[in-house]
């Protein structure tokens, strides 16, 4: 099986399901050929069946195959493929990690990348607590961004998560001041994430913070704190 002939399958499969652009709803510099996450689950199921027998390397050669069709939904399949893989999975360290985030220029595409790469990698040991720290100082937004939204796998009950509340407050706690809204919106998720594994914690984090913390995450968390649900 060659990756670069997969790619180009799995490409031309995204690209019969597309429905138009939907660069408005995420602005990027990629292309999008409009694929509903039905239909891309779809794709993935599809494919995954396929890869099961085969080895970590060609699944890693796929995803960068993939990524380097520079379209939205390629990157996105290339991380649940990566998620599906057992063995692409344990092949994961920081500079494959790293790698494979290289080009996330969109929310869609780097929420992904941390629910499917680089959390669970994180959560495994496979990355280290520094390289996190380290995207938290990032120039680049969406570094940022994935610095925050790699605590989701940490507490995410069913892709394994069992509750991480050190790593995941003081994550937060690095980019409280960063006013870029999809940071901002990182956060709030990640300490909703946190609420059913430690409720006390987050209420005394929301306390401790109240000066830091922007408006938009003490509204939406103080609303999960009070009725289970972000709206």
Known sequence: MNANELAE???NDLRDLGRGSRQ???????????VYTHDLRGVVKQYKKRLKSHDAELVLDLARSLLAKNVTECRQVAY?????????????????????GEGMDNWACVDIFCSNVAGPAWRKGQLADATIERWASSEDVWWRRAAVVSTVALNTKSRGGTGDVARTLSTCELLLRDTEIMVQKAI????????????????????????????????????????????
Do not use: C, Y
Not at 80 to 100: D, F, G, R, T, Y
Not at 190 to 203: K, M, N, Q
């Open 9 to 11: 399958e799995i490409t």
């Open 24 to 34: 408005g709803h995420r602005p990027s510099a990629q292309d999008d050929f409009g």
């Open 80 to 100: 649940e493929l990566i998620m599906a893989h057992k063995p692409a999975q344990a092949a994961l360290n920081e500079s494959v990690v790293e790698s494979l």
């Open 188 to 231: 709030s998720w990640a300490l909703r994430e946190l609420v059913p594994w430690d409720r006390e914690a987050v209420e005394t984090f929301l306390i401790e913070q109240d000066g830091k913390l922007s408006a938009r995450v003490k509204r939406e968390v103080k609303r999960k704190l009070d009725t289970g649900k972000k709206n």
